[in-house]
């Protein structure tokens, strides 16, 4: 499953993150990389972007760039 389709609330870990050149390096370099858990904090009301937290902080991402990123479902 993709990351943009996760739903508000749920916890997932990275498994593979594609994109290709700026926009792959971009988000290895905002810390989205392969086993590093991920959670859907809400989606901005029109439905983009969606807010994530990471790592311990707050990211904001717009659904394009997370439909680049797989994702497995966490257990808690």
Do not use: F, N, W
């Not at 988000?27 to 858990?37: E, N, Q």
């Amino acid at each position: 499953m993709t990351l943009d389709t996760l739903p508000v609330g749920h916890e997932a870990v990275i498994t593979a993150v594609g994109g290709e050149g700026p926009l792959r390096c971009r988000l290895l370099d905002m810390g989205l990389i392969p086993k590093t858990r991920v959670r859907v904090e809400k989606i901005a009301p029109l439905g983009d972007p969606m807010e994530l937290r990471v790592r311990g902080y707050a990211l904001s991402l717009r659904k394009e760039d997370a439909r680049e990123i797989q994702v497995e479902v966490a257990e808690s």
